[in-house]
């Protein structure tokens, strides 16, 4: 029965494996704990039994003696082998090293590490720490180890933790229970395990005055058909003296002989493995969808928060956008400056009768003027930059509030720390960096549009910076209905600078200059904000959670499913 080191299950499993623990549930959803649970199980399982087992089917057979404290387990172990190779329980409820009792010539098979890869070994007395530690008795049959665990219900964590570990590896349990103790609740936990996961069983009920056996045994046998377990062999094991701390050898015979004979029989041997691996590799499948729908939902939940916090930042770059253009920047500073650029209020209002005087005014106006377009260069610069920190200050405790309504996103910001509810440090001069940037590309703008032949005389007449102010105040009002009767303050304000602008360019000419600023502008708005939105999103990015991981370990389960 030895098979192939690289069988196609084997790869599939181990493919499993990988793909189970490339899986995460970092948020506290509600399937999150389960999931991690299980995925530590199931990595568990594959590590210390599925894949060791399956890649040498011909190892001897690891019987697991469990049960619960004080049941007889160390001294059963040591009667079988007939001398003590393991410490009976004094009552003291230390970590113990697990004692693994072997014949000699199978000790190669545990020696390395394909049995538990986790535990070191040891043969002496072992050093401090938990270790497999291996006693080699030539009474032990060849082809069967047994494994004296730990009590199942030890009130030390790691005693309980290890004998979990330990009954998961075995390919048979031998579960010890006592007259005393053969109805608590703990080992019928783990006998239920037992049978959930298909493992093969065999029970000994142990110290039991003569004189109940009748009556126990027959209770017990029918809790365990009860619970499933009704095809376990029994071995029932009167309490008589101790002789030199061992029960005498013909009370412990018959489980002797059973041991030997499944030892010898390499066939039923390699039934009790197959019941056991393939109940294991069920049991495991069997779990994965657990994995999938919990990793879907950590999926799900990082979409919703991803999504939150991306719209509440394209709504904040809608507002800067709209608000860049529908005439809300042209207001106090920016207003005034701009009027004090222009002329004055007269110059507005007699705008509707002398369009073709408004050229020889302004040109009059702007010349040998003490550059007042630096002050209203800063009012814009000034007026643009709150305008962008009130929609990143906004966005910032607008996309935390949104992700405080679930724990997860709660979680989330607690773990990430102050900063996210408001703008990043470094926004202000961000903002302050791109808005200059842009009136550099805007100057630019007009200087190129300048050069033109036609109009480069106007230009120099009214200076580059002079209309390139101008045009800002164009963009700022381009949506806001600046026809007719509508004039508002800001329409009424811009038309001059558009109506200047054309005098220069032409209509198309400015239409086109105006729609490559806008352009520009908009572009930066996006990057300021898109920065700011990003820490969000890197906050999410960095939970490890990838989308592609529930479809692979679908995918994964169903390769191995199929070749079961
Ligand atoms: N008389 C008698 N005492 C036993 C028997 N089995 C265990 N003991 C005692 O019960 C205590 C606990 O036994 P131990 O083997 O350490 O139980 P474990 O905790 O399951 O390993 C020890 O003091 C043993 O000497 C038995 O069959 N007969
Ligand atoms: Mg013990």
New binding site residues.
Partial sequence: MTAPASSPLLAALDKLRVTVSSAAFPLDLPAAREARRTQQSVADQLRDYILPRLSRLDAPLLVVVG?????????????LVGRQV??????RPTTRSPVLVLNPEDQGWFASDRVLPGLARTTGDGPAGISLRLATDTTVPLGLALL?AP?VDSVVTENREMADQLLAAADLWLF?T?AARYADAVPWGFLRLAVERAVAVAMVL??VAPQAIQEISAHLREMLTEQGLGQAPLFV??????EG?L?PLN?VMPLRIWLGNLAADSAARAAVVRQTLEGAITHLISRTPLLVSAHNEQLDAIARLRAEADGIYRAAGARVTEGTADGSLLRGEVLARWQEFVGTGELLRSLERRIGWLRDKLSATLRGRPAPERELSEAVETGLEAMLRAAAEQAAEQASAAWRQSPAGTALLDQHGPGLESISPGFREAAARAIRDWQGFVMQLVREEGSDKRSVARVLAYGVNGIGVTLMIVVFASTAGVTGAEFGVAGGTAIVGQKLLEAIFGDQAVRTLAARARTNLDGRVEALLGAELLRYLQLLDSLGVYPDVSDRLQAATDAAAQLR
């Fill in positions: 049960g619960s404290t004080g049941a007889g387990k160390s001294t059963l172990v040591n009667s393991s410490e009976p329980g004094v009552l004296d009590d010890v006592s142990d110290r094991i009167p309490e008589v003296p101790l701390g029960i009370t």
